[in-house]
């Protein structure tokens, strides 16, 4: 049981390059979610997904790409890169469909530098 | 709207002594959980407690508890025999009864030997 995984751990893109960060669990949970991680800030919620074909925004969406065509993979898709998206990403899961009780489990995170 | 508060940036504590970290938060929900997450050095987000809105008792968790002053809307985190391996950032976050969690700053413990 490996629980939530990420690839890669780092990456550096230019400006204007596209790339897919890759997150996947193996919990069978239904509820999986992004964060970005800035620097003296909490984090943030970019997208999640409360089952397979269902996805939805978070706090901060814009500039990402989701979509989950498995209960155990949830790919974050940055569309043109821009310095600004530099931050550390986490993916998260969680066993049931959202709610108050539902532990979120993160995965070690991808730190992204854009140049 | 949802707001997790902790003042408190720094804080040093004594090996084997107990530290309180603060957490505040502010929701119109009434069904909400609370969360505290442990990051060390190495980056990843351990999960170490969590209080339910509804739940009476205070939650524990080995050497952690949460101090849940509803009223107040607080949900301090009290570590106990304090070890070095304790040293990390400490986040509060609470879900208000939907799918996402909110995030305070956190508060980064050092461990004194």
């Known amino acids: 049981n490996a629980g939530v995984t990420q690839t890669p751990k780092f990456q550096v893109l230019k400006t204007g390059q596209s790339m897919t960060l890759q997150c996947a669990q193996d919990m069978n949970h239904e509820y999986m979610s992004w964060y970005r991680q800035d620097p003296g800030m909490g984090l943030r919620l970019i997208h999640y997904s409360v089952g397979a074909g269902i996805t939805d925004q978070g706090e901060v969406p814009n500039g990402y790409n989701v979509s989950r065509s498995t209960t155990e993979d949830f790919p974050l898709r940055l569309l043109s890169a821009a310095p600004s998206q530099t931050s550390v990403y986490f993916c998260a899961s969680s066993r049931l469909a959202g709610g108050p009780t539902d532990t979120q489990y993160f995965g070690p995170g991808t730190r992204l530098t854009v140049l | 709207a949802q707001k997790i508060t902790q003042t408190q940036p720094g804080m040093f504590v004594q090996e084997k002594e107990a530290v309180t970290l603060d957490c505040t938060y502010d929701t119109s929900d009434q069904s909400y959980g609370l969360f505290w997450y442990k990051q060390p050095s190495s980056g990843e987000m351990i999960f170490l407690i969590y209080q339910g809105s509804y739940d009476e008792q205070n939650a524990t968790e080995g050497r952690y508890s949460l101090n849940f002053q509803k009223a107040r809307k607080s949900a301090n985190l009290v570590i106990s025999a304090s070890q070095l391996g304790d040293s990390a950032m400490y986040f509060c976050?609470?879900?208000?009864?939907?799918?996402?969690?909110?995030f305070g700053t956190g508060t980064r413990l050092t461990v004194i030997p």
């Open positions: 976050a609470m879900s208000p009864g939907a799918n996402n969690l909110f």
